[in-house]
């Protein structure tokens, strides 16, 4: 296994986030909606480059991503529980 510069994969997986980022700016919903219809290879072109950074970042580092994930999602529904949180979009120290 290559290990490869942190910095440099998380600038990398930011680049690409950008790329996709480029396919929606300046679009209303409806006008995101259509554009999908025309460009869904482009569009899931940049979100493999994103998850295969993104995979390689956290095989370097050792983590578990999809454990990582999971005890992510835990502590975002410990800190904006659906009663309090839902339809909101205040920050979990507000609600």
Known sequence: MQFH???????????????????????????AQNYIKNHKEEIADEIADIAAYLFELADNLDIDLIKAMKNKIEKNRKKYPV?????????????
């Open 5 to 31: 510069d942190p910095k440099n994969m998380s600038i990398s997986i930011v680049l690409e986030a950008a790329e996709l980022l480029e396919h929606f700016q300046w679009k209303t919903k409806k006008e």
């Open 83 to 95: 009663e309090k949180s839902k339809g909101k979009h205040t920050k979990y120290n507000r609600l």
